[in-house]
């Protein structure tokens, strides 16, 4: 644009303003000067961007460009024109990017020229009162300038990254917040208070972010259906806790109901816990490792069985045999280990006693497995049911495995 914005010769009409100053001594109307020269260039920009504006589309000496370039221009695409307009144009802000950026690096450029040949100058002739104003008033000048150029700067890079973005969303109705960041080498931080910059600001017209910030959605339309899909997700989710809740108060109540119907129950489990004592009293009396392993052994056992009866009053009867004889059993067994291990010689005979009262903890911790095992057979069946059903509506589906590997190949 020769008639209009001209950095070159504005950058040079500063030089020259800045060098006069410095070759005559005179700074008072330095600033006004150059706020003069920048008043000049900006309004040339002005007239430049207006007339080229004119010559795009616009009638010009009477001639209407549009209808040399498309001859059909008055016809109106209903369609398009219901579409929803979901970025802001960010030519203006562009334009003030260059503005301020231009005038802080020209300006800034020949204002620290001008700071330098002052500054040595001022080495030269020596110190008095006028240098030491014109230096502070080129600092100020310098500093103004960088501020600008850093402002600009930063909206330019602000606008890059806006048209990036929109490039890469496309027709989309969302995009990843990190699809972003891995694409353009930022961190998802950083791309997220972009973006949310950019939102209030209005150049997403309709954008959002989701509630965890780590999707965009560009229309309203969108943003609507993920906030009732977010409702109804929180509601089924509460009304999943509260069944769960419901589910497990009915079954302590039925447990009570039950404790309560038939007090042989608790009778049940004291005696339990009272034989669980007395294993553990055992194991504390005896010493020995081997020994020690399978009496702990043998009271998780029969505590994991008691606990199943009191969640289960219905499997009392499975336990008879266990305290009837099982558990008798072996407490006379570990009572008689006890004395022979007490014993201060250890002959032939005591040794093979022991070890058969050792065997025979093993005998037993296998029953009392088998028996635990049985107790949770009723809920294996329901799981083994509920698996199958699943795998079921699975294949139904298509979503099987076999299914996946099936697919994939085509």
């Not at 209009?4 to 020259?16: H, Q, S, Y």
């Not at 009304?239 to 809740?245: I, N, V």
């Not at 250890?346 to 040794?351: R, T």
């Amino acid at each position: 644009m020769r008639n209009g914005w001209d950095f070159e010769r504005f950058g040079e009409d500063i030089r020259r303003t800045v060098q006069g100053a410095v070759d005559s001594g005179d700074f008072r109307r330095l600033n006004q000067t150059i706020q003069e020269t920048i008043g000049k260039a900006v309004n040339g920009f002005g007239d430049a961007y207006r007339q080229a504006r004119g010559n795009n589309g616009r009638e010009d000496y009477g001639y209407d460009y549009r209808q040399k370039a498309n001859p059909d221009w008055q016809k109106v695409d209903l369609d398009k024109l219901k579409q929803p307009t979901l970025y802001a144009k960010t030519t203006a802000t562009k334009v003030v990017g260059i503005i301020l950026a231009s005038i802080g690096y020209a300006a800034g450029g020949a204002l620290l020229l001008g700071l330098l040949i002052t500054g040595v100058t001022t080495l030269i002739i020596g110190n008095n009162i006028g240098m030491q104003l014109a230096l502070s008033i080129l600092l100020v000048l310098v500093l103004g300038c960088a501020v600008m150029a850093v402002i600009g700067t930063k909206m330019l890079g602000r606008v890059k990254r806006f048209r990036n973005y929109v490039q890469q969303i496309g027709n989309k109705a969302y995009c990843n917040v990190s699809d972003f960041a891995n694409r353009y080498g930022k961190r998802e931080k950083f791309v997220v208070k972009d973006l949310e910059w950019m939102i209030a600001k209005g150049w997403f017209i309709q954008g959002h972010l989701d509630d965890q910030k780590a999707c965009l959605i560009t229309t309203n339309a969108a943003y609507d259906e993920y906030k009732s899909l977010m409702a109804r997700m929180r509601e089924e989710k509460e009304r999943s806790q509260s069944e769960a809740f419901q589910k497990k108060r009915q079954e302590e109540e039925q447990k009570n109901r039950r404790a309560a119907a038939d007090p042989k129950i608790q009778e049940v489990i004291d005696t339990g816990n009272r034989y669980i004592a007395k294993l553990k009293e055992c194991n504390d009396a005896i010493p020995g490792e081997v020994v020690s392993e399978k009496i702990s052994r043998m009271e998780l056992l029969t505590r994991r069985i008691f606990e199943r009866v009191e969640q289960e009053p219905d499997t009392v009867s499975d336990i008879r045999r266990l305290m009837e004889y099982y558990l008798p059993t072996a407490v006379k067994l570990l009572e008689a280990y006890e004395e022979l291990d007490s014993l201060p010689v250890q002959g032939e005979n005591i040794l093979s006693s022991k070890k058969e009262i050792e065997d025979t903890l093993d005998t037993l911790n296998f029953a009392f497995e088998q028996l635990l095992d049985s107790l949770f057979q009723d809920t294996a069946w329901d799981v083994s049911s509920d698996i199958s059903v699943l795998k079921t509506m699975l294949a139904q589906e298509g979503l099987t495995g076999k299914d996946f590997k099936t697919g994939g190949k085509r």
